[in-house]
């Protein structure tokens, strides 16, 4: 990928196949470019919570980022409650993390002032 663009300007592609599975070296230049997210199921997942005052709040932001996930073709696990989601992306093509989960963490971060 080319690390001239903004994660946040960048766009999904397919990424089939282990290849495609970033390397722990990668995923250490990857992650400060995405504060907040963290790392969880032994780096193949990336996981923020996003906090917000109502649930109407939560669901303006669930729905603008199934747009998102939508536009990209590549979709997070969302858990949704009342005043929060806690959004976790990790590619089951490649099973654990590709290029497309940061491209969508920054997006997601992008959603939110
Ligand atoms: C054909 C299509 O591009 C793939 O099935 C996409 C769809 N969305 C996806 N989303 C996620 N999170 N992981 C994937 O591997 C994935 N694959």
Known sequence: ???????????????????????????????????????????????KTFPFKDYYQTMAFVNALAYV??????HPDLSVHYDRCVVRFSTHDVGGLSENDFICAAKTDALVP
């Open 1 to 47: 990928m080319n690390d001239l663009i903004p994660l946040a300007q960048a766009h999904c592609t397919p990424r089939r196949g282990a290849e495609h599975r970033l390397t722990e070296a990668r995923v250490r230049e990857l992650l400060p470019q995405v504060p907040g997210w963290t790392l969880a199921e032994d780096g193949r997942a990336l996981v």
């Open 69 to 74: 996930a939508h536009r990209e073709d590549h």
